[in-house]
C-alpha cells in the first residue's frame, strides 16, 4: 500500500512512466508517489479544499516529465459554484514533485465534467449530457474568461433519449474532437476560432452507431497520427451486461479539400459476458484466461459450443496503457466476494495463423472477420467481505507492467507483477 493515505473517496488513478502515481480525491487532496524515490522526496500532494474535485482529466510530457491537471472543484455552501483549476505537477528524478496553478476560472452548470485538455492548443474540453463545452485557458494567469475564449458544440441526440446516450470521453484528433458516447462514436471539426491547423473550416461531422451495445466507460489510448492525413485512435469500452470491447477507430483528412473525411471504427477484441457473440480464439494463447473455482460447478456456468467455459462477471474498472498494447481490469464472478485483477496483450497483427473460431455452430460460415476473443490471465485475486475492500479504481504502467488499483477507503496499493 502506497503511504501516506490522506484522504479516502479515491476519484481516480494514473501512472507515468512506470515510476509516477497520481491519485484524485473527491473530496479535494492531490497526491503523487515516486515509486523510486525515498524519504521526502518520495510523496507529494496538495489540496483545493475547502471545495471539492467533481472531475478532473490529464496528460503527460514524456520530454519536460510535467503533468497537466485539470480539476472541476465545486462548492456547495453557501452558495452552489463550480471552477476549473488548471495545475502543472512538476516530476524530477531526483526530488519530490512540485504543483503550480497555471489558472482558475469559473465555469458555469452546463460546463459539468472535465473531458480532456490539449495543451500544444491551449484547450479545456467539458461535456454535460450530449454537449460538449470548450475552453481556451487563460494566459497569464488571468482569472476571466471572454465569450470569445468559450463556445459549445451540440452533438447528436436521439429523440428522448439524451439521458441515454451522455457523451463519456472526448479526445482531440487533429482538427476534429472525437466523442465517445453510449452509443455511437463521432468526430465533430474543432472551431476555426480554436484550432490552429491549415485544414479547411468546413469539415463535416460523421458518426459511427453502436446498434448491439450500450457503453457506460472508456479507456483511450493515445492518438497515433499515420503519415499526414491519418489518426489511428483505440480505445477500451465496457458494456455493463456484455463485456468489455476493443476497437480500433480510423480517421482519414485528406489534404485535397474536395476529397471528404472519413471514419472507420473496427471491433477488434471481446471478452465477452455471454455466449452468444461469435467470436474468434487464436488456439495458441499463453494469457487464455483459465476458468475460476466458482465456474467449475454446473449451476451457473456458460459454456461455448467448443467447450471454452466462462462464468458470469462484472467488472468494476478497467485501464489500458497509453500505447494501446497491454489492459487491465478488475472482476468478480458471481457466486464469491473474490476480485479478480486480470491482464491482457492488444496484439498487432489480427490476421493470425492457428485461429479457431467460436460461437453459435449456425453461424460460423462467413465469420472471417468475427473479433478475437479477449482472453486475459488472472493476476492476483483479493478475496474480502469487506465493500471498504472493493477495488474501484485501476491504473497501468504499459513498460514494466506496474498495476496500481484504489479501493473504496481510498486506499493505493502497488501490484509489480507484470502483465
Known amino acids: ?219 483511450v489510448a493515445q492518438v497515433e497520427k499515420n503519415g499526414d492525413d491519418t489518426y489511428v485512435v483505440k480505445f477500451l469500452a465496457s458494456d455493463v451486461i456484455q463485456g468489455l470491447f476493443f476497437f480500433s477507430s480510423t480517421i482519414t483528412i485528406p489534404s485535397n479539400p474536395l476529397e471528404e473525411p472519413t471514419l472507420h471504427v473496427d471491433l477488434v477484441y471481446i471478452h465477452s459476458m455471454i455466449p452468444s457473440i461469435p467470436v474468434r480464439r487464436l488456439k495458441q494463447n499463453e494469457h487464455a484466461l483459465q476458468p475460476s473455482d466458482e465456474a467449475s460447478g454446473s449451476s451457473g456456468r456458460l459454456v461455448l459450443n467448443t467447450g471454452h467455459v466462462r462464468s458470469p462477471f462484472f467488472v468494476s474498472a478497467f485501464a489500458m496503457g497509453p500505447q494501446g498494447m497491454r489492459g487491465v481490469w478488475i472482476e468478480r464472478r458471481r457466486g464469491t466476494m473474490a476480485k479478480h485483477i486480470v491482464t491482457c496483450r492488444f496484439t498487432t497483427e489480427t490476421e493470425e495463423e492457428g485461429e479457431e473460431l467460436l460461437g453459435d455452430s449456425e453461424a460460423e460460415a462467413g465469420l472471417a472477420d468475427a473479433p478475437i476473443l479477449l482472453d486475459g490471465r488472472v493476476v492476483h485475486t483479493l478475496k474480502s467481505p469487506d465493500l471498504n475492500e472493493d477495488l474501484m479504481h485501476c491504473a497501468l504502467g504499459e513498460v514494466g507492467g506496474i498495476i496500481v488499483v484504489g479501493n473504496r477507503s481510498g486506499d493505493v496499493l502497488l501490484l509489480d507483477i507484470g502483465v
Open 1 to 219: 500500500m502506497l503511504q501516506p493515505r490522506v484522504r479516502s473517496c479515491l476519484l481516480g488513478l494514473e501512472v507515468f512512466l512506470d515510476r509516477w502515481v497520481l491519485a484524485i480525491y473527491a473530496d479535494g487532496f492531490l497526491n503523487v508517489w515516486d515509486l523510486e524515490g525515498e524519504g521526502q522526496s518520495r510523496w507529494a500532494n496538495t489540496t483545493i479544499h475547502p471545495d471539492q474535485c467533481a472531475s478532473y482529466t490529464s496528460t503527460f510530457d514524456t520530454t519536460s516529465l510535467r503533468v497537466t491537471l485539470a480539476v472541476v472543484a465545486s462548492r456547495i455552501l453557501p452558495a452552489i459554484s463550480r471552477k476549473a483549476m488548471v495545475y502543472e505537477i512538476q516530476l524530477s528524478e531526483t526530488c519530490a514533485p512540485t504543483f503550480n496553478v497555471i489558472c482558475v476560472f469559473p465555469l458555469s452548470a452546463s460546463s459539468s465534467t472535465a473531458r480532456r485538455l490539449d495543451v500544444s492548443k491551449g484547450l479545456l474540453a467539458f461535456s454535460q449530457l450530449c454537449t460538449i463545452s470548450l475552453f481556451r485557458w487563460p494566459s497569464n494567469h488571468r482569472d476571466d474568461i471572454f465569450e470569445s475564449d468559450s463556445c459549445n458544440i451540440r452533438t447528436y441526440q436521439e429523440e428522448r433519449e439524451e439521458m441515454y446516450t451522455t457523451i463519456h470521453t472526448l479526445e482531440f484528433v487533429g482538427p476534429y474532437i472525437l466523442v465517445l458516447k453510449t452509443r455511437s462514436v463521432e468526430i465533430h471539426p474543432i472551431p476555426p476560432q480554436f484550432c490552429n491547423t491549415n485544414t479547411p473550416c468546413t469539415l463535416p461531422t460523421l458518426r459511427h452507431h453502436f446498434r448491439k451495445y450500450s457503453f457506460r466507460d472508456f479507456c
